[in-house]
């Protein structure tokens, strides 16, 4: 418990990650005997790739157990470098990247170096549960665009215009998204970049599930004409190569703004995990077949997921395109009960499922949809088949 009388006002103020939190009350039940299906959390079931882990165990063997620069190694900057060049047609020098303890910490870096108190960063909600907290811990604030499921939960080109001000000094954008799994296409980008092309904004361009993408495509929206100085792009490894305990991350953008971030992460944490480096160029500079083995897999689930849903009925959705994530509305069953269950809020919603169903999903509240919920499919068809089986009966019941 937290000591309201003794911690800042600026950790009183922050709201707790709802994904984590869910993801802990599951450890709990479970660890007192109860079936829980965990659907919280956004880590895929799958190892980390052999080649991947053997470079671990050579670096380990080579004795590379001392602080690395706080860039990065210079070899793995130089492999991110050509990374970049090879899937993303950007060209990224080694001075214009920095490694980081995880693309969470790469963003909090990229806020803490850009903003001021009075300033302003715009992002579209459903948006990732940390983007506001992060802004809120800078002193910023956020200006936060509601999109729609009919527009498949993406901000247009006149609801950006409409929310730039004068004290706007950036805009997070995520594609593909946690949690509603949208992908801006080229033209949407498009559109986005026409608006910011004259404004002294820097867009914040989290790309960490750019490999999990279902077919539409991924796009950088640094490539667009005019817009590679005014992005920086936000990348790691822990959603394309089950990498999520290794904590790699890694910003990519204007020198000036890259050389700044360094500083910061200097006096905050220095560079990332000397073994997870090295393991991190096997990952971007060698095969990436277990890489599309894994999206075949999620490719599966999320048919299964959506077939599940639309059985279910009343629940609204849009279809996923990239990242594993569904994020449906379920409006139709708040203000519901069943036993002493009352169901007003996606959060009552989750809490019933959880203790009825044995399910756990996380409420739309954090991610700024209250009438959401976002449902992983990062999990066997077996344990989703099940799920969806306890979601059924437990929702059928609510009247």
């Excluded at 939190?21 to 039940?29: D, N, P």
């Excluded at 949208?182 to 599930?209: F, G, M, P, Q, W």
């Excluded at 009825?356 to 991610?367: M, N, R």
């Amino acid at each position: 418990m937290i000591d309201s009388q003794r911690v800042s006002q600026r950790i009183q103020q922050m709201q707790e990650s709802s994904t984590l939190q869910m993801a802990r009350l599951s450890r709990q039940l479970q660890s007192e005997g109860k079936k829980i299906i965990n659907l919280s959390l956004g880590e895929p079931d799958f190892d980390t790739p052999n080649h991947i882990k053997d470079a671990a165990i050579r670096a380990i063997e080579n004795n590379i157990t001392h602080y690395p620069p706080v860039a990065g190694f210079l070899e793995l900057r130089q492999a991110l470098s050509e990374k970049f060049k090879r899937d993303n047609n950007l060209e990224y020098s080694p001075n214009q990247i920095l490694v980081s303890t995880g693309a969470k910490h790469s963003l909090i870096n990229v806020l803490m170096t850009l903003l001021d108190e009075g300033d302003e960063v715009i992002i579209p909600a459903p948006y990732w549960v940390s983007y506001p907290e992060m802004v809120k811990l800078t002193g910023a604030s956020s200006i936060i665009v509601e999109t729609s499921l009919e527009a498949d939960f993406k901000m247009t080109a006149k609801q950006l215009r409409a929310a730039i001000t004068e004290n706007t000094k950036a805009i997070i954008l995520n594609s593909p998204s946690n949690p509603t799994g949208a992908v801006y296409t080229l033209s949407e980008l498009e559109a986005l970049a026409e608006v910011l092309r004259n404004e002294d904004i820097i867009v914040i361009s989290d790309e960490i599930y750019e490999l999990i993408n279902y077919g539409i495509g991924h796009y950088s929206i640094a490539t667009l004409t005019g817009m590679y100085d005014k992005t920086v792009t936000i990348n790691g490894v822990s959603k394309a190569f089950a990498m999520t305990g290794w904590r790699i991350g890694y910003a990519a953008g204007p020198e000036w703004l890259i050389k700044a971030c360094e500083k910061l992460q200097g006096q905050f944490t220095s560079g990332a995990n000397t073994i997870a480096e090295m393991a991190t160029i096997a990952a971007v500079s060698e095969s990436y077949q277990p890489t599309y083995d894994m999206l075949a897999e999620f490719v599966k689930r999320k048919e299964l997921v959506l077939a599940g849903i639309n059985d279910i009925g009343k629940l609204g959705v849009s279809i996923p395109e990239g990242a594993f994530y569904l994020f449906p509305d379920v409006s139709a069953y708040l203000g519901t009960k069943y036993k002493e269950y009352e169901v007003n809020t996606s959060d009552d919603l989750c809490m019933y499922l959880l203790a009825e169903a044995e399910v756990s999903l996380v409420s739309g509240t954090g991610f700024g949809a209250a009438n959401c919920i976002r449902i992983s499919f990062a999990a066997s068809e077996q344990n989703l088949t099940l799920a969806l089986a306890r979601i059924k009966t437990a929702l059928h019941n609510l009247v």
